[in-house]
């Protein structure tokens, strides 16, 4: 599978933004799909994941409350809400995929397939 994000920008805080990652492939129904974010100077970090099915996510305790992950397999893709934003949330944010039965994946290096990110960056 190919995964592209796509849907960053400059946001003031408190805003809002929504990251699409679209999938080519007609197995995208089979992945667990994650968001991941990386700031700059800083370690890549599990933001939030969603299963194959959509029926069950994981979020970081760093923006639980705040985003939100969604899937639309009919459209081969995933979704990541974006509300109250903060400066800290600044990062390139990636999606990845792997196929597997279960979802609370929050390890990069168990990911077998990434989209090339999309830069968020929010104001103060």
């Known amino acids: 599978v190919q995964l592209q994000a796509s849907g960053g920008g400059l946001v003031q805080a408190g805003g809002s933004l929504r990251l699409s990652c679209a999938a080519s492939?007609?197995?995208?129904?089979?992945?667990?799909i994650g968001w991941f974010r990386q700031a700059p100077g800083k370690e890549r970090e599990f933001v939030a994941v969603?299963?194959?099915?959509?029926?069950?996510?994981y979020y970081a305790d760093s923006v639980k409350g705040r985003f939100t992950i969604s899937r639309d397999n009919a459209k081969n893709t995933v979704y990541l809400q974006m509300n109250s934003l903060k400066p800290e949330d600044t990062a390139v944010y990636y999606c990845?995929?792997?196929?597997?039965?279960?979802?609370?994946?929050?390890?990069?290096?168990?990911?077998?397939?990434w989209g090339q990110g999309t830069q968020v960056t929010v104001s103060s």
């Open positions: 990845a995929g792997l196929i597997s039965g279960s979802y609370a994946y929050t390890d990069k290096n168990e990911y077998d397939y």
């Open positions: 492939g007609r197995t995208f129904s089979r992945y667990t």
């Open positions: 969603i299963s194959w099915s959509g029926g069950s996510t």
